[in-house]
T-cell receptor
Framework: KQEVTQIPAALSVPEGENLVLNCSFT??????LQWFRQDPGKGLTSLLLIQSSQREQTSGRLNASLDKSSGRSTLYIAASQPGDSATYLCAIYNQGGKLIFGQGTELSVKP | EPEVTQTPSHQVTQMGQEVILRCVPISNHLYFYWYRQILGQKVEFLVS????????KSEIFDDQFSVERPDGSNFTLKIRSTKLEDSAMYFCASSEVNYQETQYFGPGTRLLVL
């Protein structure tokens, strides 16, 4: 059974710092992996989708990597801003489109 | 930019009552999903739906749950007899071409069962 774990559970950094969020999964036979952002009490905003055949995806200050053999993905945020404060979720695509989520990393960027 | 919408944003109901949560997926999307998030817990998959049929459902999605696409735009989740433990945020999502495409989520309906 696929399990998704995110470390750390919470992270606080000063503005401008580069940071890395980690996601690990137990079954390397994944389809795709998607990173989301969730603001308090709100829905999920898609950030990046990495196809299973890809090793990374970039969007602006965000870079996500995928290493299926080690069961890991990272989300790199460059030059963090207070507006980046949110919970970041990674999710694995299973067959049939079922997304299996991690518990998230709550990021706080201090001005 | 097209987005998934959900109504109502909040719903309070008494235990045992039926509720219907409504979603309008992005218009050219063909695949639809419901997820829920109990406060402080992970987002959990409930059901996926394509071509007017359930494609996959979780063990949570028991006989008290049903989904329907009553017309060309709406996608609904019905909970027949609500329980206290059904209190959660319910998210609808849709994707365009196939199950491996990006899923776009709505803002959610917060359901509170008293």
């Amino acid at each position: 059974k696929q399990e998704v774990t995110q470390i750390p559970a919470a992270l606080s950094v000063p503005e401008g710092e580069n940071l890395v969020l980690n996601c690990s999964f137990t079954d390397s036979a994944i389809y795709n992996l998607q990173w989301f952002r969730q603001d308090p009490g709100k829905g999920l905003t898609s950030l990046l989708l990495i196809q299973s055949s890809q090793r990374e995806q970039t969007s602006g200050r965000l870079n996500a990597s995928l290493d299926k053999s080690s069961g890991r993905s990272t989300l790199y945020i460059a030059a963090s801003q207070p507006g980046d404060s949110a919970t970041y979720l990674c999710a694995i695509y299973n067959q049939g489109g079922k997304l299996i989520f991690g518990q998230g990393t709550e990021l706080s960027v201090k001005p | 930019e097209p987005e998934v919408t959900q109504t109502p944003s909040h719903q309070v109901t008494q235990m045992g009552q039926e509720v219907i949560l409504r979603c309008v997926p992005i218009s050219n999307h063909l695949y639809f999903y419901w997820y829920r998030q109990i406060l402080g817990q992970k987002v959990e998959f409930l059901v996926s739906f394509y071509n007017n049929e359930i494609s996959e459902k979780s063990e949570i999605f028991d006989d008290q749950f049903s989904v329907e696409r009553p017309d060309g735009s709406n996608f609904t989740l019905k909970i027949r007899s609500t329980k206290l433990e059904d209190s959660a945020m319910y998210f609808c999502a849709s994707s365009e071409v196939n199950y491996q495409e990006t899923q776009y989520f709505g803002p959610g309906t917060r359901l509170l069962v008293l």
